[in-house]
């Protein structure tokens, strides 16, 4: 508890000597509330000082209380008074000492420190004559079952998926870093919901440059309440008003545990099982853990076709388009006579159609994303099947173009980072109504803006784009557009890290 | 790689401009001479920056002149990039109107084309640099795929014979490119003080000035392997004219959109370079170093001269004539910085090492 960061207490919060004025104070401030318990007692020792354990309902584990604080302090006092504990007390320091079991407990003498603490799940020990009272730490967990993470599933590799319990999370990756390099610093978030954030990195390895702009940004955070994690990323990304993302955000362990590795910094946050990773690039974005656990020519090979998925995601259907609209003499005679041929009698321009179909397409996304998973289901298999082959027959599109849609949405589903996917949906609306205006010219107007855009984008100092931009052919080679054997990926992302090499070649 | 691909936005527009004299069999060996000339001519710039490490051109300009007479000679140096931007933005819609959208009207590419270079030069050197690693290998690549894919029309033969109107004809067509290669020295300008090893840009200049060499000589080549010196002489555009012929299993046919969309890529690099030089001599001479007025400012005038400064595409390929390119551009890359050097020479300016210019005259 004592690593929470505790601001300042404004002037005239101490605690008052008196037990009465004090139960008094804390129900005034908590405003009579219903959940607020106060438990009056009397500690066994001769002096027999009144005391009162107060807490909130609902927050607290009750049973440890009455195992840990009431019983030790009622019971256990009588053996120990007149040999370890001083009668009469004088503070609650040997309560603290010689009574209380509870690991976690600090003593407070402002208001400040019990608001704060009280809600989070401390109980508080007030004794009569004292003027400080001991926060102790009794939280109840409401925790579940560690279980495979549904938006990041894989074939080869672990099942594990963060949950909402930060303590759980940082056990986690505790477990599986085993050294004193590993760096957990914590600070609170959100002036209401005093929401508990750790940022996770390895000492030595995560440039320290990163870690302290990290904990900077994190520090400035102003904000009434944090209920996930993208509130923070909202918070803390270099760039609020781009459609990329520049912080990465990931439930599966091994991910948040390979990014540790590389030096990069996580932050956990209570409450959700998304952690966040920074810095993110584009590249870090286009990579999944099991590119690491099949051989190497199976994960180069993936990335390649993430390279290219994400491509024709963006371009596929503004192409088609372009040269439906424009640039048919760039499509050989055969195939521009079956284009034809299928558009023939279709009432609408190109660009209205595919700008339709992707209308369309959103909406059974959206659709299908909301409704629970067996209707989402069905409304998917309607709205692609039934939705998709009546249109045709009706003529109101062309199939090519549903196939030409439906291509660049499958392509968009092989990114393997749901905000990215977000990102490229939009530009790709972008570029579409390009291409439908002006063309070719207009696709390759619309992808270099893309591209300059993300070239332009850091993430905590490091360019969004590199190790393509500023490019580094070693490091693409090595662990950027595929990946080597791991004897050849000895070396962390550059730019990231201040210690670059993870093991000796051949190890 | 900035230079390259600064540099590489000749490769469209390189035979036009070179087929104003008879010996336009001898333009691969000019693009050499031109290569070969604007790396001496980046030197000018090379050896200023090296007496004021880490500092811009515009800053310099008001160490080594004085204060109002900097920020004039930054205002100055603004109009000349302004024009030169004009000029590419022009260029660049004239041969996509021509080419490629005739469609299109040329104020919409003009706008278009300035808007992605201030998107670019908004993002600064860094982005540039970046842009150009990424542009610059795809661009080489494809060149030489381009260059593959055309073999079986290439004529070697009609590269001969060389120097047959002596080396006169081929100084004279070396003389336009080197206002374009000669562009290298600005792009110097531009990087070198964000160097951390500034003495490297001398190595810098002489690769960027070797690969653009071959690549524009090869290119030269090319065309009049493939089309002969008198079908280039009519041409307009003759690297698309190929481009377009090439065809490979009856499917990939009419790549000069591939040629045009590199050569797009390139020519944002070259007018973001020119606009982020305009914008930053005006923030330096009116002392506005942040905010959008004076980009968006130098932008709107750069559209402005590219849509009134020319009628039509004879004006663009007139605005090439060596009579009317050569001078400004020698104003650019030699006459100013050389200016610059000899005066800091005379008046013993420097950087000294507490990074405040000194007299060690």
């Keep these: 508890m004592a690593d929470w960061k505790v601001p300042g207490s404004p002037e005239g919060d101490a605690l008052a000597p008196g037990l009465s004025a004090n139960l008094a104070e804390i129900q005034r401030r908590f405003g009579e509330s219903d959940d607020l318990i106060v438990r009056r007692l009397t500690l066994g020792i001769p002096s027999h000082p009144e005391a009162a354990v107060v807490y909130l309902q609902g927050a607290v584990n009750e049973d440890a209380i009455a195992r840990h604080i009431i019983q030790p302090l009622t019971l256990d006092a009588a053996v120990l008074a007149g040999e370890a504990i001083a009668d009469p007390l004088t503070g609650a320091d040997p309560l603290q000492r ?61 099942r594990e998926g963060f949950i909402e319990h930060l303590q759980s999370n940082i056990a986690l990756v505790r477990r599986r870093i085993r050294t004193s390099d590993l760096r957990v610093r914590s600070l609170l978030v959100g002036e209401r919901t005093q929401t508990r954030v750790a940022m996770l990195y390895l000492h030595g390895v995560a440039e320290e440059g990163i870690v302290q702009e990290v904990h900077r940004r994190l520090s400035a955070i102003k904000i009434d309440g944090v209920l996930e994690s993208g509130y923070i990323e909202e918070q803390i990304q270099d760039h609020p008003y781009s459609i990329f993302p520049t912080v990465r955000h990931n439930e599966r362990v091994d991910i948040v545990l390979g990014n540790i590795l590389e030096g990069r910094v996580a932050i956990l946050t209570d409450g959700t099982p998304f952690a966040l990773i920074v810095p993110a690039t584009f590249p870090s974005l286009l990579q999944v853990s099991e590119d690491y656990y099949e051989r190497w020519p199976i994960g180069t090979f993936a990335r390649w076709v993430r390279y290219g998925a994400t491509t024709i995601s963006l371009t596929l259907t503004a192409f088609y388009v372009a040269i439906i609209s424009f640039n048919q003499e760039l499509v050989p005679i055969g195939l521009l006579l079956r284009l034809v041929g299928n558009r023939t009698g279709l ?68 990114i393997p980072d749901y905000s990215l996917v977000n990102s490229f949906r939009i530009a790709r609306i972008g570029v579409i109504i390009l291409a439908g205006t002006f063309g070719l010219f207009g696709l390759m107007w619309g992808v270099l803006f893309v591209v300059t855009h993300m070239i332009s984008l850091r993430s905590f100092g490091v360019p969004y784009m590199s190790p393509l931009a500023p490019t580094s052919g070693r490091a693409l080679m090595r662990d950027g557009l595929g990946r080597m054997l791991w004897p050849s990926v000895g070396h962390r992302p550059f730019r990231v890290t201040q210690d670059r090499k993870r093991q000796e070649t051949g190890q | 790689m900035l230079a390259v691909v600064n540099k590489l936005s000749i490769l469209t527009t390189y035979a036009p401009i070179v087929t104003a004299v008879p010996a336009t069999r001898d333009a691969w060996v000019s693009a050499w001479l031109a290569a070969l000339l604007s790396a001496l001519i980046a030197l000018i710039s090379y050896s200023l920056l090296l007496r004021f490490p880490g500092q811009t051109i515009f800053v310099i300009a008001r160490q080594v002149l004085g204060p109002s007479p900097g920020r004039l000679f930054n205002v100055a140096l603004s109009g000349l990039l302004l024009y030169f931007a004009g000029n590419a933005i022009r260029a660049f819609a004239e041969v996509f109107v021509t080419a490629m959208v005739p469609d299109t009207p040329v104020v919409t590419l003009n706008v278009m084309m300035a808007a992605l270079a201030l998107l670019g030069a908004l993002g600064g050197i860094a982005v540039l640099t970046r842009l150009s690693e990424m542009v610059g290998p795809i661009m080489i690549l494809s060149f030489l795929v ?102 490979l299993a009856e499917f990939l046919t009419r790549i000069e959109w591939i040629v045009a969309s590199l050569w797009m890529g390139s020519m944002q690099v070259k007018i973001a370079l020119l606009l982020y030089g305009a914008i930053g001599a005006l923030r330096d001479a009116l002392g506005q170093h942040k905010g959008w007025p004076i980009p968006v400012a130098v932008s709107v005038a750069a559209v402005a001269w590219a849509e009134l400064g020319f009628e ?49 005259g």
């Design chain 2, 146 to 247: 381009i260059v593959g894919l055309t073999s079986p029309q290439i004529h070697v033969e009609r590269l001969l014979p060389v120097f047959e109107y002596g080396p006169e004809p081929m100084v004279l067509q070396a003389v336009t490119p080197i206002a374009v290669f000669g562009e290298v020295g600005w792009t110097v300008f531009l990087v070198m003080p964000y160097l951390r090893e500034p003495r490297q840009a001398k190595k810098a200049i002489l690769a960027a000035t070797a690969i653009s060499g071959f690549m524009v000589s090869l290119g030269a080549a090319l065309l009049i392997a493939t089309m002969g010196p008198h079908l280039i002489d009519r041409e307009l555009f003759p690297t698309l004219t190929i481009a377009r012929a090439v065809e």
């Design chain 1, 347 to 414: 009432p609408f321009p190109a660009l209205v159609e595919a700008l339709a179909l992707e209308a369309a397409f959103e909406v059974l996304r959206e659709a299908g994303l909301r409704l629970p998973r067996p209707i989402g289901q069905a409304v998917s298999i309607v709205g692609v099947l039934v939705l998709g082959e009546a249109a045709v027959r009706a003529g109101v599109v062309g199939p090519i173009m549903i196939i030409v849609v439906a291509a660049s949405a499958l392509s968009s589903f092989a």
């Design chain 1, 98 to 158: 010689h009574l209380v079991s509870i690991a976690d407990s600090q003593k407070a003498t402002r208001w400040s420190e019990l608001l704060k603490f009280m809600p989070m799940g401390s109980a508080v020990l007030l004794i009569d004559g004292i003027a400080e009272a001991l926060l102790l730490r009794v939280r109840r967990d409401l925790d579940r079952a560690i279980s495979e993470p549904e938006s990041a599933s894989v074939v080869r590799g672990p």
């Design chain 2, 312 to 360: 039509g595409p004879k004006d663009v390929m007139a605005s090439f004539d060596p009579a009317t390119a050569l001078p400004l551009a020698l104003l650019l890359v030699v006459v100013m910085p050389g200016l610059l050097l000899l005066v800091s020479l005379v008046r013993g300016k420097r950087l000294s090492p507490s990074g405040k210019a000194a007299n060690h």
